[in-house]
C-alpha cells in the first residue's frame, strides 16, 4: 500500500505569505497529502494551524540585514545555520515528497534543506517581483508558480502562471444593490470601498478623508482604518466635520470583505498581492496606492500588472498625493462609466482564477510526483 504523500511548506511572517501556502495545504489535505509547515518562530500564523490541525515546526529566523551593522549579520548568520539544521532534520524524518515556499524569509532555509536532501523544490510568487528569497530559490526549483505576469521573468522555462489563492467567500458574492441594502447604503449612490491593508495605513487613510471632504457628498464611502490607526482617523473626520455623515462608514476592521467589495464601484488600496488577487477575481475598478517603503518596490509592480492594461489607475505617493487622490476619485465618480469600463482591462491582464489557484498548485506537485506515488 502506497504512504500516504507528503509536503513541507515554508511559510509565514505576513498574511501575504501564509495565505497561499495554507490553501494549498487545505488542497493537498483534500487529495490525501501529509502536511507540515516550518513557520517563525512565534510567527502570526501559528493560531490558523493549530485550529486547522495542521503540524508546525518553528525556525528561530530573522531577515537578512538591510545595513552594515557587523552584529546584525553575525545573528542573521548563526540563526541562519541553525534554522538550515533543523529544517535538514525535517527533511530525514519527514521525509516529504515536496517542499513549497512562499516567499518569506523563512522559507530559504527549508528550500536549501531540502535541495541539499535531494526533495524536489517549489516556490510560490504572488507579487510581479521575485521577492530575494524567491529570486534565490529559484536556480534549483523545479516550477515556479506565479500569482501575477512577472516583467522580465528570469526563469521563464520553469514557471508556470497560476494565480494566488483567496478566500472561498469570494466565489458567491451578492448583488451591487443587495450588499447596499446589507450596508445601510443607498442603492444608486457611487460607493467607494477604502482600505490601508496590513500595513502603511496611515498616509493613505489622511488622503481619503481630505479627499472625501472636497467631494461634499457625491459618494458613499466604506472606509477601514485599521485598528491602529482608527483613532486618529476618526478625530479626522470629525475636524473635516465628516463624523456621523450619511454614507460615510468608518470601521476599523471588518471580517466581511466580500460583502464590502460587493457594494463598491471603486476600490482604493495599496497593491499587496492578495488585494490585487481579489480585485482581479472580481473585475473591480482600483485606484492602486503603492506601499512606498514595501520590498523591492514590489507594490508598485503589482500596481503596473493591473494598471498597465487599464483595469486600475496606480497613483504613487509624494507631491500633491492628496489633491492627485481627490482628482481621480472625483473624475470616476462624475463619471462612472470611466470606471466600469476599466473592467475590460481584466480580461488583458489574463490574471488567473485565484479561487481555483489552490488546485493549480497542487496540480503541480502532482504531476511530477514518480509514478509509485501517484496512487
Excluded at 518562530?41 to 552594515?68: C, G, Q
Aim: aromatic fraction near 10%; charged fraction near 20%.
Amino acid at each position: 500500500m502506497v504512504e500516504n504523500k507528503r509536503a513541507v511548506i515554508a511559510s509565514g511572517g505576513t498574511g501575504g505569505h501564509f495565505y497561499p501556502g495554507f490553501a494549498l495545504a487545505e488542497e493537498l489535505r483534500a487529495r490525501g497529502w501529509q502536511t507540515l509547515f516550518l513557520v517563525k518562530k512565534e510567527d502570526i500564523a501559528r493560531p490558523a494551524l493549530e485550529d486547522a490541525d495542521f503540524p508546525y515546526a518553528e525556525l528561530d529566523m530573522v531577515s537578512l540585514p538591510r545595513t552594515f551593522n557587523p552584529l546584525s549579520h553575525l545573528a542573521f548568520w548563526f540563526k541562519f545555520f541553525a534554522s538550515l539544521r533543523l529544517a535538514s532534520r525535517v527533511m530525514k524524518d519527514f521525509r516529504p515528497d515536496a517542499v513549497v515556499g512562499t516567499g518569506s524569509y523563512v522559507a530559504f532555509p527549508a528550500i536549501l534543506a531540502a535541495r541539499l536532501a535531494g526533495v524536489p523544490v517549489y516556490i510560490h510568487e504572488s507579487n510581479a517581483k521575485f521577492g530575494l528569497g524567491n529570486y534565490l530559490a529559484g536556480f534549483f526549483c523545479r516550477r515556479a508558480a506565479l500569482g501575477l505576469p512577472v516583467p522580465g521573468n528570469p526563469f521563464p522555462t520553469r514557471s508556470v502562471l497560476a494565480g494566488t489563492p483567496i478566500r472561498g467567500g469570494f466565489a458567491a458574492l451578492p448583488g451591487k444593490a443587495a450588499a447596499r441594502r446589507a450596508l445601510g447604503l443607498q442603492e444608486d449612490k457611487f460607493t467607494v470601498l477604502a482600505f490601508g491593508g496590513s500595513q502603511g495605513a496611515r498616509r493613505l487613510n489622511a488622503a481619503f478623508v481630505s479627499a472625501l471632504k472636497t467631494l461634499k457628498g457625491d459618494v458613499q464611502s466604506l472606509h477601514i482604518a485599521g485598528r491602529k490607526n482608527f483613532g486618529e482617523v476618526k478625530a479626522a473626520y470629525a475636524a473635516a466635520g465628516l463624523e456621523g455623515a450619511p454614507g460615510l462608514a468608518l470601521f476599523d476592521y471588518r471580517e466581511d470583505m466580500p460583502l464590502l467589495y460587493a457594494a463598491a464601484d471603486l476600490v482604493i488600496s495599496r497593491s499587496g498581492a492578495s488585494t490585487v488577487a481579489e480585485l482581479a477575481q472580481l473585475k473591480k475598478p482600483s485606484i492602486l496606492v503603492p506601499l512606498p517603503s514595501s520590498a523591492g518596490d514590489h507594490q508598485r509592480f503589482n500596481a503596473l500588472a493591473l494598471a498597465g492594461h487599464g483595469a486600475a489607475l496606480c497613483l504613487e505617493e509624494g507631491h500633491d498625493f492628496d489633491a492627485r487622490l481627490a482628482a481621480a476619485l472625483r473624475d470616476l465618480a462624475g463619471e462612472p462609466e470611466k470606471a466600469a469600463a476599466m473592467a475590460d482591462g481584466f480580461v488583458k491582464a489574463a490574471i488567473p482564477d485565484g479561487l481555483g489557484a489552490a488546485a493549480a498548485l497542487a496540480g503541480l506537485l502532482e504531476a511530477d510526483l514518480p509514478a509509485e506515488r501517484r496512487a
